[in-house]
DNA sequence: ATCTAAATAAGGGTATTCCCTGATTTTTTA
DNA sequence: TAAAAAATCAGGGAATACCCTTATTTAGAT
């Protein structure tokens, strides 16, 4: 039997998850945790095998109470609950030694599948990330869904565009009209899904496009 | 009987609000839809009373959802679920015609809560948002030792423009006037040193400010 | 209590981005 | 070689950002 533990000051993500385990054979959820001070309270009585720990917590940061846990309670596999948005946070957690993380927007499947990875001793890495965090080298054979695959030009358009140069320094730049920049610009929000630029420049550099 | 639907591109919410609700007399889940598409797709024939609809889906905003749906079933409530980052979407979605928003860490009774109020044709806005909005609760920057000395107002506005949100956007949120807004902005891309918005976030998150 | 930094606000612009539409040419890929 | 993707360009207008200046009120520090 697998005893679980999960630390999110979300009802629903402690519901969700609880419920997606809810009639797994070997699988016990034993605890559920709204901050880090409750999870530092009760996890030893609790001693689940895993916690599955969410980064953003009201009290303390996921990182701190990562560190603590795992000097306290050495034999506890960490699992990081994550949106994508956190990468940076994730990088420095799998640097503490967690053992893995999880997308909130993970299904039952890859729940299980993650515990098992951690428990076997590997770390758990979601491949969609995966390549994004760590493959700094641009793999393309990886089904891009998270990584959006920019055109040379776009990218040369994206990285003048970071450089702060406007429309029109960029045109004289690439030699190209200001129209056909502002086309790429369009494109490039487009396919990164942000709103104007600064979005832009931050998902590009979160997705470690520049 | 009261009927629910629910929209949301995680897995994890659908379960959680689920569960939350299973077992209560009186509310049922009739739907549970991923994106925008399969709820303009399923709804008409779920006929559910009240819609749970998720801020960020992955194929159209909520926003537009919710001015399509309202349009098209004016008879459907609306509750907009949200993390408390989104308040300028809330804002706008409100001005839509939405009748209430949760956020995401809420817990069975306000659920419950929010559903009566809203069916009884009244608007549900918990109170720790309006709390959040009315105080503008200070964003934890307790590590503002290394920062460049970016004043708190103009911390919050840094945020808010790295959140794409206009000029405009921003002076409702803080509750201050376009042109505050802008000297804030004018303030910060001095002490970075950046020509622009874009400069201005670049240099911010390679400096950790975000 | 006084001084100072911070926060607030506005006028009056100019520059630039954003957005939609539609289109032609070039390059790559199946 | 045909089809798809990429790169090019444009008009026109709305929205937003950018810039400089000045000024009052508020809050923090000595």
């Known amino acids: 039997m697998i005893k679980i533990a999960i630390t999110d000051d979300h009802p629903l993500v402690l519901k969700g998850i609880t419920s997606m385990l809810e009639g797994t054979p070997n699988i016990k959820v034993v605890g559920a945790y709204e901050n880090a001070m409750q999870t530092l309270e009760k996890i030893e009585n609790d001693s689940p095998d895993i916690l599955l720990l969410d980064i953003n ?14 000097k306290k309670f050495p034999e506890i596999k960490l699992i990081a609950l994550t949106n994508f948005e956190d990468v940076s946070y994730v990088k420095r957690m799998l640097k503490n030694g ?48 998270l990584k959006p695959n920019l055109t040379r030009r776009e990218q040369e358009v994206l990285v003048a565009i970071s450089e ?7 045109s004289e730049k690439l030699f190209i009209s200001p129209k056909t920049v502002e086309t790429h ?10 709103k104007n630029s600064v979005g832009m420049i931050k998902i590009a550099m979160e997705k470690q496009l520049l």
């Open 98 to 145: 967690v053992h893995g993380y999880l997308l909130k927007n993970t299904d039952r499947l890859e729940l299980i599948k993650a515990m098992k990875t951690v428990l076997s001793g590997e770390l758990f890495l979601p491949d969609n990330i995966h390549a994004r965090l760590l493959n700094q080298a641009p793999n393309k054979t990886a089904d891009s869904g």
């Open 164 to 170: 702060e140069l406007t429309t029109q320094e960029i």
């Open 57 to 70: 917590l009201p009290d303390i940061n996921g990182i701190d109470l990562s560190k603590q846990l795992l």
């Open 185 to 194: 610009r369009m494109n490039i929000m487009s396919k990164l899904g942000a």
